[in-house]
């Protein structure tokens, strides 16, 4: 279990920074050791798409997409949740160590919902994993595109060809990027694990230049959980699920946070804060077994400013 509640130094430092730390501590709570109550564990067995940070045997942080039909997690007991599914061949997280703190993401595109559950990596097999609940709770529904998905048939990762491997962005993860309303954001403390986190926002949100990636921080919550921790290790993990394909692009390397006047060009929140992430090593996969069958925008995006 988590040592100890509450926010984190990394945390607290950008919650300073950005002026906002009475409006975060009335959310502290939401950090403690939580169990998975009667709500949440409906919630989490309808869902079909969990975004999983971790690393690979190398210690590289990665984030990769699970996907199933209902059913695919499981809330095992208040501290235990399992998940029913394999990543598919190829994946960077394909043989995951025990273990090891995770962080987790489920979210319902449909009705703008999403869950946050980090933990202890307990069983890693090749159809199950199960993760030992130190952390549970909701996100606000903001940015989140509404998009109908459904399971394919067969319900598991397909073979798929190989994955594609390299130190560099080709010219169709770059695309794939500029078109990307969505996107999931995986970072890490060295004393108190991974983190998974949604991002959301217009196609264009996230740029793409000769210096890497970067995109806008859009007004949240005020906890701060995934840039707080890059306050305290610029390691990251970013995942572009293309759900309309089956495919997926993972990225691994180094974030910071950019701090700057509020609505200078690159600004769409409006906050003073643009994320630049540097790709070290870039993995692309096919063999998530959903596809879309409805999308459109979240209403309330920001424009894209240039």
Known sequence: MRADTGFHPGELAVQRQAGVRNEAARLARMLDPAELSGGVARFLAERTFLALTGRDATGRLWTSPLAGPPGLLQVRSGHELAVHAGFAAGD???????????????????????????????????????????????????FIQPRLLEP??????????????????????????????????????PDQGADASHRGGPPGFVRVDERGLWWPDYPGNNMFNSLGNLAV????????????????????????????????????GHTGRVVRFQPEQVVAVHGLPLHEVAHRSYPHNPPVKS
Do not use: M
Request: hydrophobic letters at 40%; proline letters at 6%; one cysteine or more.
């Open 233 to 268: 290790s610029p390691e990251a993990a970013l995942l572009f699920p293309d759900f309309a394909t089956g495919g997926a692009l993972h990225l691994s390397g180094t974030a910071r946070i950019e701090w700057g006047e509020a609505g200078r060009p690159g600004d769409d």
């Open 92 to 142: 960077p997280l394909s043989g995951i160590a025990t273990g090891q703190k995770v962080g987790t993401s489920s979210v319902d595109f449909a009705r703008q919902r999403r869950v946050r559950i980090n933990g202890l990596l307990t069983v890693a097999t090749e159809h199950v994993l199960v993760v030992e609940v130190e952390q549970a709770y909701g996100n606000c529904p903001q």
């Open 152 to 189: 394919d048939s067969a319900g598991q990762p397909a073979a798929g060809g190989d994955a594609r491997r390299g130190t560099a962005l080709e010219p169709d993860d770059i695309a794939l990027i500029r078109s990307a309303d969505a996107f999931f954001l995986g970072t890490a403390n």
